[in-house]
């Protein structure tokens, strides 16, 4: 049972590059979920979707670009990285859109590094 | 969105029993309650999930009092490998909820 895949698991990045982050669950879960974790701030909430073709912003979206044109992936896009990007970035998914009933699964993060 | 105040960290020895309780004072009438673990360089892992009263698993027991404003998580027995911190999160149980994460709870396990 794979779960939450996350790839690549580090990167480093200069200023201005673009990269995507990639995420992919094999639970046929609805929900998935993008957070990004910086020291002494918890997880925050960067893009969410509710299913294939449906997206919506988190508590920190700017900078940051999400799709899911499948159940399984969900990739995050940094369209012009910046330091303030530095940050490890964690994909869950849950079986349900009721997410406070359902608990998320959560990958093992890709940690980036933006000189 | 419900929020949550949970102690910045704690500390315990081998053996011993850690309860950490989490505030949330603006759940709703529909709002589940989960904790969440989480290592070092791994993502957070789910440990238990409540809507009121008791609930216990193999890892740990969860309590919440008929106002459920508060919640508190039970660890019995505690080992070094549970040093980690702790979420506590508050979400609807119908439609879309957007989880927070708060900052957890660090516990520190010593021999």
């Known amino acids: 049972n794979a779960g939450v895949t996350q790839t690549p698991k580090f990167q480093v990045l200069k200023t201005g590059q673009s990269m995507t982050l990639q995420c992919a669950q094999d639970?046929?879960?609805?929900?998935m979920s993008w957070y990004r974790q910086d020291p002494g701030m918890g997880l925050r909430l960067i893009h969410y979707?509710?299913?294939?073709?449906?997206?919506d912003q988190g508590e920190v979206p700017n900078g940051y670009n999400v799709s899911r044109s499948t159940t399984e992936d969900f990739p995050l896009r940094l369209l012009s990285a910046a330091p303030s990007q530095t940050s490890v970035y964690f994909c869950?998914?849950?079986?349900?859109?009721?997410?406070?009933?359902?608990?998320?699964?959560f990958g093992d993060g890709t940690r980036l590094s933006i000189l | 969105l419900a929020k949550t105040t949970q102690p910045i960290s704690m500390d315990s020895y081998e053996g011993q029993e850690v309860n950490i309780t989490c505030s949330h004072n603006?759940?709703?009438?529909?709002?589940?309650i989960t904790w969440y673990q989480q290592f070092p360089s791994q993502g957070p892992r789910f440990i238990i999930q409540g809507y009121k009263t008791k609930v216990t698993n193999e890892v740990a027991s969860l309590f919440i009092p008929a106002d459920r404003k508060s919640s508190t998580l039970s660890l019995p027995r505690v080992s070094l490998s549970d040093t980690a911190v702790y979420y506590c999160l508050v979400g609807v149980s119908s439609g879309y909820s957007t989880l927070t994460f708060g900052k957890g709870t660090m516990l520190l396990v010593s021999p």
């Open positions: 603006n759940i709703a009438t529909n709002d589940y």
């Open positions: 639970m046929n879960h609805e929900y």
């Open positions: 869950a998914s849950s079986y349900s859109i009721s997410t406070g009933e359902q608990p998320q699964h």
């Open positions: 979707s509710v299913g294939a073709g449906i997206t």
